[in-house]
């Protein structure tokens, strides 16, 4: 089973400062069809988790353009470019395989604070 | 907007079923725009997909639970539900409803609030 393997596991960042988090896979994430469907949530204090990024690098419906995403194969990364106090909370790399059926895991999950 | 909402026992024994039901509101399931799906997040923990359903009533499960996990749905009342079987202590966790899309996006779009589940004597 493919194991992503988040770090770190808390990060402190300073307001307007940039946060880097890494996943890493057991396996790589590339896909029979060729795409890589690596994801990134964000789940506030409080809430339900959400999308942000979908297929590595593409910003899901509502998230801000502070949030990216690149890598390949087996090593991912979502970088926020200027935090701000609304983006603590808690991020999870998440991958989805098709065969044989459409099925889901995620990371440990990284807690970013805001200082 | 689709909107979901959770509801069911909070407080579940040991070796019992855990049922919980997921309301939707702003779309129909029969309309085949999504797959609606359950995922639970255990205590300080990360979170876990658990299968889903289709408009057409076909399901996926989770190969970890799926001896133990029966998705379905009322499109009349426009529901769908989860039952899970002989729930152990492992089991408490925060369940959630979600919508789940398939390619390109190959993930999830709507969530409930999610409701916290205990499994205790």
């Known amino acids: 089973d493919i194991v992503l393997t988040q770090t770190p596991l808390s990060s402190s960042v300073a307001l307007g400062q940039p946060a880097t988090i890494f996943c890493r896979s057991t396996?790589?994430?590339?896909?029979?069809?060729?795409?890589?469907?690596l994801s990134w949530l964000q789940q506030r204090p409080g809430q339900p988790p959400r999308h942000l990024i979908y297929?590595?690098?593409n910003r899901y419906s509502g998230a801000p353009d502070r949030f990216s995403g690149s890598g390949a194969g087996t090593d991912f990364t979502l970088k926020i470019s200027r935090v701000e106090a609304e983006d603590v909370g808690i991020y999870y790399c998440m991958q989805a395989t098709q065969f044989p059926q459409r099925m889901f895991t995620f990371g440990q999950g990284t807690k970013l604070e805001v200082k | 907007q689709v909107q979901l909402q959770e509801s069911g026992p909070r407080l579940v024994k040991p070796s019992q079923t855990l049922s919980l039901t997921c309301s939707v509101s702003?779309?129909?399931?029969?309309?085949?725009?999504?797959?609606y799906s359950w995922i639970r997040q255990h205590p300080e923990k990360g979170l876990e997909w658990i299968g889903r359903i289709f408009y057409t009533g076909a399901t996926s499960y989770n190969p970890s639970l799926k001896s133990r996990v029966t998705i379905s749905a009322d499109m009349s009342e426009n529901e769908f539900s989860l039952k899970l079987a002989s729930v152990t202590a492992a089991d408490t966790a925060v369940y959630y409803c979600v919508t789940e899309l398939g390619p390109p996006i190959n993930g999830f779009d709507v969530w409930g609030q999610g409701t916290t589940v205990t499994v205790s004597s």
């Open positions: 396996e790589s994430l590339v896909d029979s069809d060729g795409n890589t469907y």
């Open positions: 702003g779309g129909s399931i029969s309309s085949g725009g999504y797959y």
């Open positions: 297929q590595v690098s």
